[in-house]
């Protein structure tokens, strides 16, 4: 009796860590299960001071609105469904400071009067002319604060470089967790821009971590897809088994390292790939003839991992035609493949 009561506690124990590393790992991957197919996604940059560097016109709160207002989310969402795209990654804001989409936690410890943040939501806007044409949104956001912003910058108590950032980190939680518990199920997921120190920042064993991170971006969505981007790296690595894809930023998709993959999954996360198809991110003409970024795409997904490729904007928010062609040279070449 005492030896069926020690197997059948051993068996509790197995089986709990069992589910246990089916939780961190299995619902991980599964939630960015969707990524998995020859359909590229497509990512954009709408970033005030990179609007203020192509149109020529100094940024100000009120000129930020004016754009933002004037985004045009049904004709971008019908040129991603002309595409064929998946998924879309849009950015809710990086350095300047100014974000398109409010956020009261935000202001409340930033305490910057006007706001720089947009009155209308952006984000919220987006996704819902997506959800019409069962197209998912990824929200795009630093894993810092906006460096160009002294203001912000030190309200939130941030250091640039391998500083633990400890009361930053649970300022800018706070912050992710109301824009996560404001979308819910309407943003798909997340991709966290700028986690360069890993070791120093995310992995102690008490919150503010990587865990702690996570849930704040899944207090809206349980079932949102997180990737955090350590920079850019040749080979395709995952951080943490709190993401549930890779966030794959590579400069040169034709020489990017794809290895061991296992059962679709990478280190148990989904593989992923980001890469731009302009001269750099967010602006330019294409760079690769049309039969090359479908060539480099399809090598991508014959290696087992998904694909999001950056294009530039125009100024009412939607993808120029020169873009617009590759793109769907490139999912019509996926749908090809897959038949």
């Not at 980190?169 to 199920?185: D, F, L, N, T």
Request: glycine share 8%; aromatic share 10%; hydrophobic share 40%.
């Amino acid at each position: 009796m005492r030896t069926s009561h020690r197997f059948a506690r051993h068996a509790l124990v197995v089986l709990t860590l069992a589910l246990v590393c089916i939780t961190v790992h299995g619902e991980g991957a599964g939630r960015a299960a969707w990524m998995q197919g020859n359909r590229v996604g497509v990512m954009t940059h709408y970033l005030a001071d990179w609007r203020a560097r192509t149109d020529n016109v100094p940024m100000s709160v009120e000129s930020w609105n004016d754009l933002i207002d004037h985004f045009d989310v049904n004709a971008l969402a019908d040129q991603l469904k002309s595409v064929g795209a998946s998924h879309y990654v849009l950015t809710i804001g990086q350095n300047s400071g100014y974000y398109d989409s409010p956020n009261a936690t935000y202001d409340r410890l930033v305490g910057i009067k006007p706001t720089k943040l947009s009155k209308r939501d952006l984000i919220a806007d987006m996704a819902e002319a997506l959800a019409k044409r069962d197209i998912k949104l990824i929200a795009y956001l630093p894993s810092g604060a906006p460096n160009g912003d002294r203001a912000a910058r030190e309200a939130l108590q941030w250091q640039n470089g391998e500083h633990p950032n400890r009361e930053f980190q649970r300022k800018w939680e706070a912050i992710v967790r109301e824009w996560s518990k404001r979308w819910g199920p309407k943003v798909s997921g997340w991709w966290f821009d700028g986690a360069y120190w890993p070791n120093t920042m995310y992995r102690s064993t008490d919150a503010p971590n990587f865990k702690s991170f996570a849930a704040a971006a899944r207090a809206g969505n349980p079932n949102a897809a997180i990737a955090f981007n350590p920079g850019v790296i040749p080979r395709l690595i995952s951080v943490t088994p709190y993401e549930d894809y890779t966030a794959g930023e590579i400069s040169d998709p034709e020489h990017v390292e794809i290895r061991r993959i296992d059962g679709g999954r990478l280190d148990g996360v989904q593989p992923h790939i980001l890469s731009y198809l302009g001269r750099t991110w967010g602006m330019g003409e294409p760079r690769f003839a049309t039969d090359k970024a479908v060539e480099i795409t399809q090598a991508i997904h014959k290696a087992g991992a998904a694909m999001t490729w950056d294009v530039p904007l125009l100024k009412n928010g939607t993808i120029p035609p020169a873009f617009i062609e590759q793109l769907r040279a490139i999912n019509a070449r996926g749908a090809a493949a897959s038949n």
